[in-house]
């Protein structure tokens, strides 16, 4: 069974970072396209940061430049550095799998305000 654990958010100010975290049980993050999702209210959740298993890395067009999805594969963990953020960055954010999903985590909540 696989279970997802997401870390690391906050109440930033607007131009602030954060770092996100992903632990994981039942996956090999290396051996899988993982992703990162959020979900703001009233929205649908949406692919944000992707790794395929080769390391190669995709963005939405939102976070391009902002945003860096990596992984410790010693560990098993999967981070998301977020920069310069906006408060339409605001949302629960949350790994998975990108081929097929899997339960989700509780997420994390990232609120960017002033």
């Known amino acids: 069974q696989v279970r997802l654990v997401e870390s690391g958010g906050g109440l930033v100010q607007p131009g602030g970072s954060l770092k996100l975290s992903c632990a994981a049980s039942?996956?090999?993050?290396?051996?899988?396209?993982m992703g990162w999702y959020r979900q703001a209210p009233g929205k649908q959740r949406e692919l944000v940061a992707s790794m395929t298993t080769g390391g190669s890395t995709n963005y939405a067009d939102g976070v391009k430049g902002r945003f860096t999805i990596s992984r410790d594969n010693a560990k098993n963990t999967m981070f998301l550095q977020m920069n310069s953020l906006k408060p339409e960055d605001t949302a629960g954010y949350y790994c998975n799998a990108v081929s097929r999903l899997y339960a989700w985590g509780q997420g994390t909540q990232v609120t960017v305000s002033s």
């Open positions: 039942g996956i090999i993050f290396s051996r899988n396209a």
